[in-house]
């Protein structure tokens, strides 16, 4: 469980509206990290904007995207 409690994303700034419709229909729900970072919509933004410039750049695949994150998780403890 977060620290930090994060929003309803029922409440959240419109601007991340889409990215949470897109985790919903990837996931099945909201990524954790993003209802935390969505209490800051700039903080939020930023890191949009880094997955989004690490997607564009194609300098990590999607496959070896999904093991870092799969990792990452793991090593905090957080359930993927």
């Known amino acids: 469980m977060a620290r930090i409690r994060g929003i309803d994303p029922s409440d959240a700034d419109p601007k991340l ?13 909201p990524l954790e990290p993003y209802l935390i970072y969505a209490r800051r919509p700039g903080v939020f933004l930023a890191v949009r904007a ?17 093991l ?10 957080c359930p993927f």
Do not use: I
């Open 68 to 77: 870092v994150c799969r990792r990452v998780a793991s090593l905090n403890g």
């Open 17 to 29: 509206q889409p990215v949470f419709d897109a985790q919903v229909a990837a996931w099945g729900a």
């Open 50 to 66: 880094m997955w989004d410039a690490l997607d564009a750049s194609g300098l990590v695949d999607g496959p070896l995207k999904a």
